[in-house]
């Protein structure tokens, strides 16, 4: 079974902290996703990345940052964090070609106060 | 305008009824388009892909994809009431792309 596991189930952390949300896949996909989701918004994109070391903007990238140092962690990063950024944050993974879907971690309940 | 595009619902059947959703995209160059459940609480989990033209059957589940309307859609037969969930339509380029979901809800 395809395994994409999130560091934390559930966050609570203070305005301008540093936060750090890591993802971990266990199926060799080249292909890496940080998605939140929030009610009546769906899920919007926020960083991805296609290789080691690399990182293309998504949707919303204000705010973010990521790390991709090896082929199944992929990090996202919080520079300073706002309230505005209390949401569910889902990592994805998949491989590559025409009919690759994304795995889901468990996602990470962020709540920043 | 969004590139995923669903029917934001809510979306009420009865049991054992037929349920449609519907989704439209803007990028033609969209090739491959997926539906997702997600349970309340719960990941998205996916239940069908579709790359080609025409419809695909998987057990209750059918998915259609009309690429001169930019259409798909996904039709659940013999609705249960575990089916009652939010469906997410996802297609795009290089990135999975999500509509907001459509939430549906199984009468007994």
């Known amino acids: 079974d395809v395994k994409v596991t999130q560091s934390s189930r559930y966050l609570v952390k203070r305005t301008g902290e540093k936060v750090f949300l890591e993802c971990v896949q266990d199926?060799?996909?080249?292909?890496m996703f940080w998605y939140r989701q929030d009610p009546g918004l769906g899920l919007r994109l926020i960083y991805f990345s296609y290789d080691v070391k690399m990182k293309e903007k998504g949707d919303i990238p204000e705010g973010y940052s990521v790390s991709r140092e090896k082929k199944e962690r992929f990090s996202l990063i919080l520079e300073s964090a706002s309230t505005n950024q209390t949401s569910m944050y889902l990592c994805a993974s998949g491989g590559t070609g025409i009919n690759t879907e994304a795995f889901f971690g468990q996602g990470t309940r962020l709540t920043v106060v | 305008q969004k590139e995923v595009e669903q029917n934001s619902g809510p979306l009420s059947v009865p049991e054992g009824a037929i349920a449609s959703l519907n989704c439209t995209y803007s990028?033609?160059?969209?090739?491959?388009f997926f539906w997702y459940r997600q349970y309340s609480g719960k990941s998205p989990e996916l239940i069908m892909f579709?790359?080609?033209?025409g419809d695909k059957e998987d057990g209750r589940f059918t998915a259609q994809l009309n690429k001169a309307s930019q259409y798909v859609s996904l039709l659940i037969r013999d609705s249960q009431p575990s089916d009652s969930a939010t469906y997410l339509c996802?297609?795009?380029?290089?990135?999975?792309?999500f509509g907001t979901g459509t939430r549906l809800t199984i009468i007994p």
């Open positions: 199926m060799d996909h080249e292909n």
């Open positions: 579709i790359y080609s033209n």
């Open positions: 996802a297609g795009g380029v290089l990135k999975p792309t």
């Open positions: 990028d033609r160059g969209s090739q491959s």
